[in-house]
């Protein structure tokens, strides 16, 4: 892959990250699913393992916030790009507002694969690990 390929298919990856953090926030699940192809997978360790556009949407239905949240992903580095899939790195903190403010209550990273078909970037497989 030429270094303009590369750098377009960090652009990409960078907007997906950013829109799913959104989305997951934003309680707009459908919009979430919609940033995996049908045959995506979402891994949330320990939580459980998400195949196809349903049951990333029964699976993410679980999470809709109590409290205003946000997710902070930062750090996101495009391991590789070859043709058209592109692996990345996120690291994450996730806040959640309370009547004392905001608190950070884990962090972890995401582990990324995005594929692109017909011009279009999603995830094919995102792993999303907490740290201790």
């Known amino acids: ?14 907007a997906a990250v950013a829109a799913y953090a959104q989305a997951l926030d934003a309680d707009r699940i459908d ?23 349903d049951a990333i949407r029964a699976g993410y239905a679980g999470f809709s916030p ?12 495009v391991t590789s790009a070859i043709d ?3 692996t990345a790195v996120s690291n994450l903190a996730f806040f959640q507002r309370d009547d ?3 608190a950070v209550r884990l962090v972890g990273r995401y582990d990324d694969v995005l594929r692109r078909r017909d011009g279009e970037w999603r995830f094919q497989r995102r792993v999303t690990t907490f740290q201790p």
């Open 31 to 53: 919009d979430l699913v919609e940033l995996f192809w049908p045959d995506g997978v979402a891994e949330i360790t320990g939580v459980g393992t998400f195949e196809g556009h």
């Open 66 to 77: 109590a409290q205003p949240q946000l997710h902070l992903v930062a750090n996101t580095v």
């Open 84 to 86: 058209d899939e592109a």
């Open 100 to 102: 004392t403010g905001w």
């Open 1 to 14: 892959m030429t270094t303009s390929a590369k750098a377009s298919a960090a652009v990409h990856v960078q």
